[in-house]
């Protein structure tokens, strides 16, 4: 069995009874399909800052350009417990690839969070819960998302996508950084890149040309923030066309121009929107495997991540 990844969740995502009315929100696709590529370790800041479960319904009030987390009726203020709790607990998750926070909470949610004015009305709705916040600050390079957003296909699939890719980076991190190291996660990773953003692609491929000295850690900082922000744009079914088109000009020394050609046209099936992206893709993994090529087989993009998850499917 292949190790999975470790990945934080909000305990009330994984069925635990840890909400404020005693009861839980489990995603099931969590636990019950995710759980297969990644190790889930849940997480619940409110129960972890000694706040107890069943616990009054709390909301986030802004009062002198600072977040309060406060009980909606009596007013009482757990700021202070749930900040020192992350405090706490923030340096121990630092072998997480990823994190999945329980959306709209006043300490785990994304985005979206409703923050109020002390008069108890709605100020605004795009704060973001105590823990989430601390959680993405001290980890800026960690894919991080809300449950309710994975419903959807395609941010689903650049969430695990970013996990996958993240957890070679640290791997490669704790294996220790050498100049060979980091061209080869280049190389590796090359696809996807082009794939999400041909702009930043262009940009980091030069910026490894020269390593020498002390300029190694400094450009591998850079390198992987600007990476990881690539990873976490939209891509277009042209970018992954164009993508594939790169991939499948390594063949023509081998294949049949009528075998290329039928990969292309599912390329434009694909572009069209026609065909899901499995479509193309197994066709190029299936043109490797027959006319093996080092290069095209060394790309993560081929299989960034399990077949099982069926993500390649559904977008
Ligand atoms: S949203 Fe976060 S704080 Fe609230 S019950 Fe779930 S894990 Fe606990």
């Given at each position: 069995m292949t190790t999975r990844i470790p990945v934080g969740i909000s305990a009330c995502l994984m069925g635990d009874n840890v909400r404020h009315d005693g009861g839980h929100k489990r995603s099931r696709?969590?636990?019950?399909?995710?759980?297969?590529?990644?190790?889930?370790?849940?997480?619940?800041?409110e129960v972890g800052a000694g706040l107890g479960t069943p616990r009054p319904a709390m909301h986030l009030v802004e009062c002198d350009d600072?977040?309060?987390?406060?009980?909606?009726?009596?007013?009482?203020?757990?700021?202070?417990?749930?900040?020192?709790?992350?405090?706490?607990?923030?340096?121990?998750?630092?072998?997480?690839?990823?994190?999945?926070?329980?959306?709209?909470?006043?300490?785990?949610?994304?985005?979206?969070?409703?923050i109020y004015n002390e008069a108890g009305h709605v100020q605004h709705r795009q704060g973001r819960g105590l823990f989430a916040a601390a959680l993405m600050e001290h980890y800026p390079l960690m894919p991080v998302e809300e449950a309710g957003r994975l419903n959807d296909d395609?941010?689903?699939?650049?969430?695990?996508?970013?996990?996958?890719?993240?957890?070679?980076?640290?791997?490669?991190?704790?294996?220790?950084?050498?100049?060979?190291?980091?061209?080869?996660?280049?190389?590796?990773?090359?696809?996807?890149?082009l794939a999400h953003c041909q702009r930043t692609y262009r940009e980091l491929g030069p910026l490894l040309s020269?390593?020498?000295?002390?300029?190694?850690?400094?450009?591998?900082?850079?390198?992987?923030?600007?990476?990881?922000?690539?990873?976490?744009?939209?891509?277009s079914r042209g970018a992954h066309a164009n993508a594939m088109l790169h991939?499948?000009?390594?063949?023509?020394?081998?294949?049949?121009?009528?075998?290329?050609?039928?990969?292309?046209?599912q390329v434009d099936a694909y572009q069209r929107g026609e065909v899901p992206l499995v479509v193309p893709m197994t066709l190029l993994r299936l043109a490797?495997?027959?006319?093996?090529?080092?290069?095209?087989?060394?790309?993560?993009?081929?299989?960034?991540?399990?077949?099982?998850?069926?993500?390649?499917?559904?977008?």
């Open positions: 696709y969590c636990t019950d399909v995710l759980s297969r590529s990644f190790e889930l370790q849940p997480q619940c800041p600072e977040l309060r987390l406060e009980e909606v009726r009596s007013g009482a203020e757990h700021s202070t417990a749930l900040k020192d709790w992350t405090h706490e607990t923030l340096p121990g998750l630092a072998h997480l690839r990823g994190f999945i926070l329980m959306q709209k909470s006043p300490s785990c949610g994304m985005e979206r969070v409703r395609h941010l689903l699939e650049r969430f695990v996508q970013r996990v996958f890719v993240y957890d070679d980076w640290m791997r490669l991190r704790e294996a220790g950084l050498t100049p060979k190291a980091l061209i080869d996660f280049h190389t590796r990773h090359k696809f996807q890149l020269d390593l020498s000295g002390g300029r190694l850690e400094a450009v591998a900082e850079h390198y992987i923030s600007a990476f990881m922000a690539a990873l976490e744009r939209p891509v991939l499948l000009g390594h063949f023509r020394d081998v294949m049949e121009d009528d075998q290329r050609r039928a990969v292309a046209e490797q495997r027959h006319h093996p090529r080092d290069y095209v087989g060394g790309q993560e993009y081929l299989q960034p991540y399990p077949d099982q998850l069926g993500l390649r499917n559904r977008v």
